[in-house]
Protein backbone atom coordinates (compact mmCIF):
# COMPACT_ATOMS: atom_id res chain seq x y z
CA UNK A 1 0.00 0.00 0.00
CA UNK A 2 0.65 3.25 -0.94
CA UNK A 3 2.05 6.19 2.05
CA UNK A 4 -0.79 8.76 2.21
CA UNK A 5 2.11 11.43 0.73
CA UNK A 6 0.01 14.37 1.82
CA UNK A 7 -0.66 12.68 5.53
CA UNK A 8 3.32 12.44 5.55
CA UNK A 9 3.91 16.56 4.82
CA UNK A 10 0.93 17.26 7.15
CA UNK A 11 2.43 15.45 10.20
CA UNK A 12 6.14 16.46 9.53
CA UNK A 13 6.80 12.67 8.94
CA UNK A 14 9.27 13.07 5.64
CA UNK A 15 12.30 11.39 6.53
CA UNK A 16 13.40 11.71 2.85
CA UNK A 17 13.62 15.47 3.28
CA UNK A 18 16.99 15.86 3.81
CA UNK A 19 16.43 20.14 4.38
CA UNK A 20 18.62 20.75 1.41
CA UNK A 21 18.96 20.03 -2.44
CA UNK A 22 20.81 16.48 -3.61
CA UNK A 23 23.92 16.73 -3.42
CA UNK A 24 24.47 14.59 -6.52
CA UNK A 25 22.56 17.16 -8.66
CA UNK A 26 24.39 20.23 -6.62
CA UNK A 27 27.38 18.67 -7.81
CA UNK A 28 26.03 17.89 -11.07
CA UNK A 29 25.19 20.99 -11.67
CA UNK A 30 28.08 22.47 -10.43
CA UNK A 31 30.52 20.59 -13.03
CA UNK A 32 28.02 21.47 -15.92
CA UNK A 33 27.11 24.87 -15.74
CA UNK A 34 25.08 25.85 -18.74
CA UNK A 35 23.59 22.10 -19.68
CA UNK A 36 20.21 22.00 -17.47
CA UNK A 37 18.21 25.21 -19.39
CA UNK A 38 14.96 25.19 -20.54
CA UNK A 39 11.83 23.62 -19.05
CA UNK A 40 12.62 20.88 -16.36
CA UNK A 41 10.16 18.96 -14.85
CA UNK A 42 11.38 17.70 -11.26
CA UNK A 43 8.55 15.08 -10.31
CA UNK A 44 7.70 14.23 -6.84
CA UNK A 45 9.34 17.62 -6.32
CA UNK A 46 8.08 17.87 -2.29
CA UNK A 47 9.49 20.65 -0.43
CA UNK A 48 11.09 22.24 -3.75
CA UNK A 49 15.10 21.66 -2.70
CA UNK A 50 15.98 20.53 -5.79
CA UNK A 51 13.92 22.66 -7.85
CA UNK A 52 15.38 25.99 -6.15
CA UNK A 53 18.88 24.51 -6.46
CA UNK A 54 18.42 24.16 -10.43
CA UNK A 55 16.96 27.95 -10.52
CA UNK A 56 19.83 29.39 -8.55
CA UNK A 57 22.51 27.20 -10.82
CA UNK A 58 20.76 27.34 -14.19
CA UNK A 59 19.19 31.48 -15.51
CA UNK A 60 18.19 29.97 -18.90
CA UNK A 61 16.20 26.85 -16.74
CA UNK A 62 12.43 26.67 -15.85
CA UNK A 63 12.03 24.24 -13.36
CA UNK A 64 8.86 23.33 -12.86
CA UNK A 65 8.14 21.20 -9.21
CA UNK A 66 5.29 18.81 -9.55
CA UNK A 67 3.78 17.21 -6.69
CA UNK A 68 0.10 15.37 -5.51
CA UNK A 69 0.39 16.67 -1.92
CA UNK A 70 -1.06 20.08 -1.61
CA UNK A 71 0.74 20.80 1.58
CA UNK A 72 4.05 19.82 -0.13
CA UNK A 73 3.24 22.25 -3.21
CA UNK A 74 2.06 24.86 -0.43
CA UNK A 75 5.49 24.74 1.50
CA UNK A 76 7.39 24.96 -1.98
CA UNK A 77 5.34 28.21 -2.63
CA UNK A 78 6.04 29.60 0.63
CA UNK A 79 9.87 30.12 -0.15
CA UNK A 80 11.42 32.77 -1.67
CA UNK A 81 11.78 32.60 -5.39
CA UNK A 82 15.50 31.96 -6.35
CA UNK A 83 14.80 32.34 -10.31
CA UNK A 84 12.57 31.07 -12.64
CA UNK A 85 10.95 27.97 -10.18
CA UNK A 86 7.48 27.30 -10.45
CA UNK A 87 4.99 24.39 -9.00
CA UNK A 88 1.90 22.93 -9.95
CA UNK A 89 0.08 20.54 -7.55
CA UNK A 90 -0.84 16.99 -10.00
CA UNK A 91 -0.38 13.19 -10.44
CA UNK A 92 2.69 12.39 -12.36
CA UNK A 93 0.64 9.24 -13.67
CA UNK A 94 -2.66 11.40 -14.36
CA UNK A 95 0.17 14.40 -16.60
CA UNK A 96 -1.68 17.66 -17.25
CA UNK A 97 -2.04 18.02 -21.38
CA UNK A 98 -0.02 21.36 -20.76
CA UNK A 99 2.97 19.40 -19.88
CA UNK A 100 3.15 17.14 -22.41
CA UNK A 101 6.11 17.55 -25.01
CA UNK A 102 7.22 20.35 -23.29
CA UNK A 103 10.23 20.20 -21.12
CA UNK A 104 13.69 20.06 -22.08
CA UNK A 105 14.41 18.04 -19.10
CA UNK A 106 13.57 15.79 -16.62
CA UNK A 107 14.88 16.00 -13.35
CA UNK A 108 14.29 12.46 -10.97
CA UNK A 109 15.08 12.29 -6.80
CA UNK A 110 13.64 9.67 -4.88
CA UNK A 111 10.15 9.87 -6.86
CA UNK A 112 11.01 6.59 -8.55
CA UNK A 113 12.09 4.90 -5.20
CA UNK A 114 8.75 5.88 -3.71
CA UNK A 115 6.21 4.35 -5.76
CA UNK A 116 5.17 1.39 -6.26
CA UNK A 117 7.51 -0.82 -8.43
CA UNK A 118 4.13 -2.47 -10.06
CA UNK A 119 4.05 1.30 -11.61
CA UNK A 120 7.43 1.65 -12.52
CA UNK A 121 6.58 1.50 -16.59
CA UNK A 122 3.84 4.04 -15.71
CA UNK A 123 6.19 6.69 -15.11
CA UNK A 124 8.73 5.67 -17.36
CA UNK A 125 5.73 6.39 -19.91
CA UNK A 126 4.90 9.76 -18.24
CA UNK A 127 8.78 11.05 -18.07
CA UNK A 128 8.27 10.25 -21.84
CA UNK A 129 5.31 11.91 -22.76
CA UNK A 130 6.76 15.24 -20.55
CA UNK A 131 9.89 15.26 -22.59
CA UNK A 132 10.46 17.04 -26.02
CA UNK A 133 12.06 14.21 -28.60
CA UNK A 134 15.77 14.69 -28.13
CA UNK A 135 15.14 15.93 -24.69
CA UNK A 136 16.85 14.80 -21.28
CA UNK A 137 16.47 12.75 -18.41
CA UNK A 138 19.05 12.74 -15.38
CA UNK A 139 18.03 10.66 -12.63
CA UNK A 140 19.79 9.33 -9.43
CA UNK A 141 18.40 6.16 -8.66
CA UNK A 142 18.77 4.16 -5.05
CA UNK A 143 20.24 0.85 -6.09
CA UNK A 144 20.37 -0.66 -2.08
CA UNK A 145 18.24 1.60 -0.02
CA UNK A 146 18.15 -1.54 2.50
CA UNK A 147 19.05 -1.80 5.78
CA UNK A 148 17.59 -2.93 9.30
CA UNK A 149 14.25 -3.87 9.49
CA UNK A 150 13.62 -2.52 6.03
CA UNK A 151 13.99 -5.07 3.37
CA UNK A 152 12.59 -5.55 -0.42
CA UNK A 153 9.05 -5.95 -0.22
CA UNK A 154 8.73 -3.80 2.99
CA UNK A 155 7.55 -0.42 1.25
CA UNK A 156 9.29 2.82 -0.12
CA UNK A 157 11.64 3.29 -0.74
CA UNK A 158 12.29 0.59 -3.13
CA UNK A 159 15.67 -0.51 -4.86
CA UNK A 160 16.42 -1.31 -8.33
CA UNK A 161 19.16 -2.41 -10.40
CA UNK A 162 21.00 -1.14 -13.58
CA UNK A 163 19.66 -4.04 -15.65
CA UNK A 164 16.13 -3.05 -14.28
CA UNK A 165 15.96 0.75 -15.36
CA UNK A 166 17.76 -0.75 -18.93
CA UNK A 167 15.06 -2.56 -18.88
CA UNK A 168 12.03 -0.09 -18.19
CA UNK A 169 14.08 2.72 -20.09
CA UNK A 170 15.70 1.48 -23.20
CA UNK A 171 13.69 -1.86 -24.27
CA UNK A 172 10.28 0.03 -24.85
CA UNK A 173 11.98 1.94 -27.16
CA UNK A 174 11.44 5.52 -25.42
CA UNK A 175 14.65 6.13 -23.71
CA UNK A 176 18.59 5.82 -24.76
CA UNK A 177 20.76 5.17 -21.94
CA UNK A 178 24.06 7.50 -22.17
CA UNK A 179 25.57 7.38 -18.91
CA UNK A 180 25.11 5.39 -15.61
CA UNK A 181 27.96 5.85 -12.66
CA UNK A 182 28.09 6.53 -8.86
CA UNK A 183 27.52 9.85 -8.06
CA UNK A 184 30.72 12.29 -7.20
CA UNK A 185 28.61 13.46 -4.53
CA UNK A 186 25.85 11.92 -1.84
CA UNK A 187 24.60 11.38 1.42
CA UNK A 188 27.20 9.78 3.79
CA UNK A 189 24.59 6.74 4.31
CA UNK A 190 24.03 6.39 0.52
CA UNK A 191 27.21 5.74 -0.48
CA UNK A 192 27.71 3.07 -2.87
CA UNK A 193 24.47 2.96 -2.78
CA UNK A 194 23.35 4.90 -5.79
CA UNK A 195 23.36 4.97 -9.35
CA UNK A 196 23.33 8.79 -11.22
CA UNK A 197 21.41 7.94 -14.95
CA UNK A 198 21.27 9.90 -17.86
CA UNK A 199 19.02 8.98 -21.03
CA UNK A 200 18.30 10.79 -24.11
CA UNK A 201 14.49 10.69 -25.18
CA UNK A 202 13.90 9.05 -28.58
Same mark, same amino acid.
Not at 11 to 21: F, L, M, N, S
Given at each position: ???????????????????????????????????????????????????????????????????????????????????????????????????????????????????????????????????????????????????????????????? +??????????????? +???????????????????????????
Amino acid at each position: MQPDWDEQYRIGETPWDKGEAAPPLVAWLRDHPGSMTGTVLVPGCGSGHDVRAIASAEPDARPLGLDLSPTAIAKCRAQPTTGGERYVEADLFALPAELRKTCDWVWEHTCFCAIDPARRDDYVAAAAAALKPGGHFLGIFYLDPYRGDHQPGGGPPHGC +TLEELRQRFEAAGRF +TLETADPPTACYPERQGRELLVRLTRQ
